[in-house]
């Protein structure tokens, strides 16, 4: 996509947001200008009206004038607190614009290093690039401005224009040459060549040092992020990393008042010689004009206006022109941009619809099936072949990083294999609709999310909720009595963030409402991947054995690096270093040689 392309789009994207806000500016910035130029044209014509004596059209110009000014001034004034209001709305959908990409892309993106850094590159652009939505955003009043007052300024000065060409005979006639009007046209091109050049000087100096200050910013962000992070001040105390981190805060500012003076130098020859030559403009047309009047070429009451306008124009094109070329010149962040918002989203994945069958008649199955996360070669998961049967439990064990989670996401579609295939009813699974598919799972992940929302809430994912399906899945993870407790019930919010009467529910508390939040789901797979690691293996054990009991018969996965907390299930899956080395119940591999006896007789010892 070229600049142009790339610019048009966003002028799209930031219309489609903000057509009231912008049309609002539009109409705010033309009346402010226009209570400029009607004070250079009613100046005009007072001045012309004192020179002509015409007392009576004096008044009255006076009584339009002030009528005019009043309603212009009370449009401009009225329209403040709106457009103050909408501003902030438009920015604040502006700046969700790449969070609510990152929920809809597909998950292997939004898990992806690669593009988490992106995201955080373009929250950083949104701050600082030209070229990013949010600053077109703060810009877009200025431009509006700036250009209406460069048509206005023209306009205004048509009688220069108009009146050349004529003649008297007199030695001063040169002044009514075309070419005095040619080279004055010429200066004003000269003055915006040179302004284009100093701003381009200015962005190459931003360019070069774009990976410098990307880094400072990434510094201080990391900053500000363990500052805020109220948990990072014991290991701060006790590591005394206090030091470290001023070190590191002296090292980003140094670096950016440094960038900031660079900037500051950047195109400042070039920026010195407009200011002079739109000064040197102005004092020579000052002079056209006033020979013009005297000679009889213009009445005396234009000099307001052509003066005034004159000074407008100088003012504000070089304006216009800088905050466009500069926008169009520094279109990397919107590059950035649009690439993100290009990834491709989960509901355009798949065409086939999903079959709702009461008897849950969903079977999975793997073929062939190969893995490495994406940018990296290593495969995570080699080879897997597995038939699942409906309403079966299998475990799935094996030591930390044996590729057990890796299974489960890619089982889930989170994740596309490298080879092989992913079956659903024997049809392969990349065919279905994606966001049917993720129906057919209730899961319950190591690092589980809560949503700082109401208990019935979370538990049904939902605004609205089956108060009492919530309660009785409640139950069944034994949480009831606890919640029947709490004065506001389901309505108890999950911490503070919202409601200063929240509840900070326990680690133990939040993981059965993660389990009931599953439940409520009540999908046909259900898969629990060791939500409860920091649980003692006695108590985890106890908590797969009571899940079990409550998802009856439906086809359910256990994850877990400790083997004893999944010796009921029917089937155990052992894996090791992407595979799976051996597959049986627990009576059949305990004894056999092989990798789960020996993991079982080395966790073994911990449980006696
Ligand atoms: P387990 O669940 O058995 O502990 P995982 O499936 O989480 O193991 O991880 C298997 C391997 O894949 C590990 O080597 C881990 O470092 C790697 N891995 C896990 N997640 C990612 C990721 N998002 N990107 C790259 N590598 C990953």
Redesign the pocket.
């Known amino acids: 996509m070229n600049n142009l392309h790339l610019f048009k789009r966003s002028t799209k994207d930031l219309w489609a947001i903000g057509k009231k806000y912008y049309t609002l500016v539009f109409i705010q910035k033309f009346s402010s200008a226009s209570i400029t130029f009607l004070s250079f044209i009613y100046m005009t014509r007072i001045v012309q009206a004192l020179s002509e004596q015409q007392n009576n059209q004096i008044v009255s110009l006076i009584i339009q004038y002030l009528a005019l000014f009043g309603i212009l001034q009370l449009t401009t004034s009225c329209l403040e607190p709106y457009i103050d209001r909408e501003s902030k709305l438009v920015h604040r959908m502006i700046t969700d614009l790449p969070f609510k990409k990152m929920l809809r892309m597909q998950y292997h993106y939004a898990?992806?290093?690669k593009i988490n850094e992106k995201l955080n590159h373009i929250r950083i652009a949104s701050l600082n690039a030209q070229s990013s939505l949010s600053v077109q955003h703060f810009h877009i009043p200025l431009i509006f401005d700036y250009f209406i007052r460069t048509i206005g300024s023209l306009v205004l000065l048509t009688p220069l224009w108009r009146s050349s060409g004529a003649s008297t005979g007199s030695a001063w006639d040169w002044v009514n040459s075309p070419w005095i009007y040619a080279l004055f046209g010429l200066g004003i091109l000269l003055l915006l060549v040179l302004q284009l050049s100093a701003s381009r000087e200015a962005q190459s100096v931003m360019t070069s040092t774009s990976a410098e200050s990307q880094q400072a910013n990434n510094l201080v962000n990391y900053e500000i992020n363990i500052l805020n992070d109220t948990e990072s001040g014991k290991e701060i105390r006790l590591y005394q990393l206090e030091d470290q981190l001023k070190q590191t805060q002296t090292d980003s500012f140094k670096f950016i008042s440094t960038w900031l003076s660079e900037m500051i130098y950047a195109g400042a020859f070039k920026r010195t010689l407009v200011i002079i030559m739109a000064q040197v403009l102005n004092y020579l047309t000052y002079a056209l004009i006033g020979i013009r009047v005297l000679m009889g070429f213009l009445p005396v009451g234009y000099i307001i206006q052509l003066s005034s306008a004159l000074s407008q124009l100088l003012t504000n094109l070089p304006n216009l022109i800088q905050q466009v070329s500069m926008i169009l010149s520094q279109p990397q962040a919107l590059v950035d941009f649009y690439e993100f918002m290009d990834l491709p989203e989960e509901k355009s994945v798949g065409t086939l619809p999903i079959e709702k069958r009461l008897d849950n008649e969903y079977e999975l199955a793997v073929k062939d099936l190969n893995f490495a996360?994406?940018n990296?070669d290593?495969k995570?998961?080699k080879n897997i072949n597995m038939d699942f049967e409906v309403g079966k439990k299998y475990a799935i064990v094996?030591?930390?990083?044996?590729?057990?989670?890796?299974?489960?996401?890619l089982l889930m579609r989170l994740y596309e294999p490298s080879s092989g295939e992913i079956l659903l009813n024997k049809i392969d699974a990349q065919k279905y609709k994606l966001t049917e598919y993720f129906q057919l799972f209730s899961v319950v992940f190591?690092d589980f999310r809560l949503l700082g929302l109401n208990l019935g809430q979370n538990i049904a994912v939902n605004q609205n909720y089956d108060a009492e399906l919530a309660m009785s899945n409640l139950k069944e993870v034994d949480l009831d009595d606890f919640i029947n407790n709490l004065s506001k019930g389901l309505n108890t919010h999950l911490g503070k963030e919202f409601d200063n009467s929240g509840v900070q529910f326990s680690g133990g508390q939040s993981q059965k409402v993660a389990m009931a939040r599953a439940l409520y789901k009540d999908s046909p797979v259900m898969i629990l991947?060791?939500p409860t690691a920091a649980l003692d293996p006695v108590a985890e054990f106890e908590i797969y054995q009571k899940f079990d009991e409550i998802v009856e018969d439906k086809t359910a996965f256990y994850?877990s690096?400790r083997l004893s907390s999944c010796r009921f299930c029917d089937e155990i899956l052992v894996?090791d270093e992407?595979e799976i080395v051996q597959r049986g119940s627990h009576e059949e591999l305990v004894d056999q040689p092989g990798k789960y006896h020996d993991l079982w007789h080395a966790q073994a010892q911990y449980y006696q």
């Open positions: 898990d992806s290093a996360y994406p990296t290593e995570v998961l094996g030591e930390n990083g044996s590729g057990k989670t890796t299974f489960i996401k190591q991947d060791e994850i690096h894996f992407g």
